[in-house]
């Protein structure tokens, strides 16, 4: 199939499945320990379901590192910075109206959100609310077993296998209905960590910019969402 068909046939398919979701569809992110690439896979995933599937999508900082900060200054610039950030005009527009908000090729990001962060987002009819709930030992475990869909991101360097096999052992134990997700390690890795826990370890496409929907990455989340 040539590319540019293929590509009109996941967006066409993406756009039927998303369809199916009329109520606001709440998905959340927790990483096994840090820097396992959660807030990336975050962007990606609102990424896709914005441009590719054409949901109005929510993107909240459920955590306290920080990040949505930095990427606010990263892409947007700041007022006294003298600096109008790395994305083009179209794509920076501040988010209108919703404090500690902002808006990056129609994605709407929320800084240090929660309870009520979460009620904003039902009342602007968000179709699909993507939260970042930073790593699991932050203590949001419980709101994000709320969640319709949970993702599990998975550390598989060395350094992060540890913390890895806690979380899942613990959670594999407790019987909830978590998925797991890689983003970095080792293929031998994810295999072995497959085998010792007994569970599917999804391995995330390589997306170098994660505000770029690659056709892998639309194939991926066509998949999972």
Same mark, same amino acid.
């Given at each position: ?76 610039? +700041? *007022? @006294? =910075? &003298?600096? $109008? !950030? ?6 920076? +527009? *501040? @988010? =209108? &109206?919703? $404090? !500690? ?125």
């Amino acid at each position: 199939m040539r590319t540019s068909h293929r590509k009109h046939f996941i967006r066409a398919k993406a756009s039927q499945k998303g369809a199916a979701y009329a109520e606001q569809r709440l998905i959340g992110l927790i990483g096994a320990g840090p820097a396992v690439g959660v807030t990336h896979t975050a962007v990606t995933m609102a990424g896709y379901l914005t441009g590719i599937c054409r949901r109005r999508c929510a993107v909240l900082e459920w955590n306290d590192h920080g990040t949505f900060e930095r990427l606010e200054e990263s892409c947007l610039g +700041k *007022k @006294n =910075s &003298g600096w $109008r !950030g790395r994305l083009p005009l179209p794509a920076r +527009k *501040k @988010n =209108s &109206g919703c $404090r !500690g908000s902002f808006r990056i090729l129609d994605v709407d990001y929320y800084r240090n959100a929660g309870t009520e962060t979460l009620v904003l987002c039902k009342k602007l009819r968000y179709q699909e609310v993507i939260v970042d709930y930073g790593a699991a030992a932050g203590g949001n475990q419980e709101e994000f077993f709320r969640c319709d869909r949970q993702f599990l991101l998975a550390g598989l360097s060395e350094w992060q296998t540890g913390a890895f096999l806690e979380t899942a052992g613990a959670w594999k134990r407790a019987g909830t209905g978590w998925e797991t997700l890689a983003v970095f390690g080792s293929e031998e890795t994810r295999k072995n960590m497959e085998k010792e826990l007994g569970l599917s370890i999804r391995r995330v496409p390589v997306s170098v910019d994660a505000f770029t929907v690659t056709e892998s990455v639309m194939e991926f989340y066509q998949q999972i969402l």
